[in-house]
């Protein structure tokens, strides 16, 4: 792991999985309340609108036929005009538009074709038009439609200002509502967050006496000549009380790093996939593994916390031995992307999963069936809250019988300014030579 050339990348806060799930869980119940508010003012807008607009072509329609029937054509009610056809002569009233009468519907109506009533567009201006029989004439009822429109114009208007008014307080009492809601729930997490970090604190300290009592012991098993049995529970105590160690580390970062400020620096993640393969090649080497880095090009560097992103790379790293065979291989592979990330791929050639339970696995405490041993934990969690910390992504990908793929996607700090030459560095060699039966160490988060 080395820092950038100049200053460190500065502060960085990340940001953790239960602040993005409270937040999302406000935005979803301030859209629902909207939502469901949306849709009743929009219902009630469309009947205000339907029924006014229904009721006043009604009233239209009347006016014209009592004009029609009854009005003289020298003085007919307010905003209608009557054109008389009697034979050959036209009569009209006072003011009438021009283009009056409709000589198709007056053919129709003398045709036997019963009353004709429809809208018009007559030198830009809309008009109804009821055409009917009055004795022996043929009788127009015309009305501007100007007024109506207006009314329907200022109707809507009206009503669209008071759903944007509804729609904007019940976007607010959506998100009181949701503050409210999620209080309980925050405060909750929060105390368990404490509760959390104080557990493991006090746990460390008697960990740690019993992990160091844990190897004296080992070693003066090594001087008095102990049966092997014995010394083989020796043993497995020291890597059962560092596993615990690790589990309560976890616990701790799990609980700290997305709620405390803390300062990034310049990482380069392939030598730390480097010096993790190195460290691990005596476990791999156990399981008769071939551990494998290898460094597409570099540095790969990104902004982060060190310790953090060696607890991830370090998980995916046990998660990969713990689910392969012996014999087998585990192949960390750190690169560029084009689009201005650092990828990081962990794989191996174990068990693998079924494709549908790839997010599943990213769960805390979730365990699988095709890893060697029963282990339960957070390490896959923590590198998802990890990863997510540091504004990038992690993704699971594996077929039963044809292992796993786990990739680390993090923005990169700085583009690579070494050639792309891929360099392979086997931590361990020729390992299969070893018998696979010897004591293995226990094993990391099961699938």
């Known amino acids: 792991m080395t820092r950038a050339r100049g200053a460190p990348a ?13 937040a999302r869980a406000r935005r979803a119940i301030t859209a629902w309340v909207t939502a469901v508010a949306a849709v009743l003012l929009l219902v009630v ?31 007919p009610p307010a905003c209608v005009w009557l054109v008389v056809t009697h034979g050959a ?30 809208d018009v567009t007559v030198g830009g201006a809309h008009y109804r038009v009821l055409t009917t029989h009055r004795g022996r004439d043929v009788v127009q009822a015309v009305r501007d439609l100007r007024y109506a429109r207006q009314e329907r114009h200022h109707l809507l208007m009206a009503v669209a200002a008071a759903e944007a008014a509804g729609l904007a307080g019940a976007a607010l009492l959506g998100t009181l509502l949701a503050r409210r809601a999620t209080a309980p ?66 616990l701790l970062l799990s ?5 405390a400020p803390v300062l990034t620096v310049a990482v380069d993640l392939a030598a730390l996939a480097e010096e993790i393969c190195r460290e691990e090649q005596v476990r791999a080497g ?32 046990d998660n990969a031995i713990g689910h392969t065979p012996p014999g087998g291989r585990v192949t960390l592979t750190v690169g560029a992307h084009g689009d201005g990330s650092v990828v990081l791929t962990v794989r191996d050639t174990g068990g693998g999963f079924e494709p549908h339970r790839a997010e599943h696995l990213f769960e805390r405490f979730a365990h699988g069936h095709t890893g060697r041993g029963r282990r339960f934990g957070i390490g896959l969690a923590l590198v998802r809250e990890v990863v997510h910390g540091h504004g990038g992504s992690v993704h699971a990908e594996g077929e039963p ?16 300014d070494r050639p792309q030459r891929p360099r392979t560095r086997p931590c361990r060699a020729a390992l299969a030579r070893r018998p696979a039966a010897k004591e293995r160490a226990p094993k990391p988060t099961a699938r």
Not at 49 to 66: K, N, P
Not at 90 to 104: E, L, N
Not at 401 to 411: C, I, M, Y
């Open 10 to 22: 500065g502060p960085h806060v990340p940001d953790g999985g239960q602040t993005r799930m409270l």
């Open 286 to 317: 156990l399981d008769a593994l071939t551990l494998t880095a290898r460094a597409e090009g570099g540095p790969h560097l990104v902004a982060g916390v060190p310790s953090a992103l060696r607890r991830a790379v370090s998980a995916l790293v």
């Open 185 to 250: 729930l925050g405060e909750a997490l929060s105390r368990q967050r404490r509760f959390v970090a104080d557990a493991s604190h006090e746990l460390r300290t008697p960990l740690t006496r019993l992990h160091t009592r844990a190897q004296l012991l080992v070693r003066l098993a090594g001087t008095l000549a102990l049966p092997e049995p014995v010394a083989a529970d020796l043993r497995q105590l020291v890597a059962t009380s560092r596993q615990l160690g690790d589990v309560i580390d976890d």
């Open 255 to 259: 609980a700290r790093l997305p709620h």
């Open 89 to 118: 002569a036209t009569y009209r009233s006072p003011g009438t538009p021009a283009g009056f009468p409709v000589r198709a519907a007056v053919r129709q109506v003398r045709a036997g074709r019963g009353d004709v009533s429809r």
């Open 401 to 416: 019988g044809s292992g796993a793929r786990f990739t680390v996607r993090l923005p990169a700090l700085a583009p690579a």
């Open 45 to 75: 807008g469309g009947v205000i609108y339907a029924v006014t607009t229904r009721g006043q072509s009604s009233d239209i329609s009347r006016d014209l036929r009592y004009a029609a029937r009854y009005a003289d054509v020298s003085a």
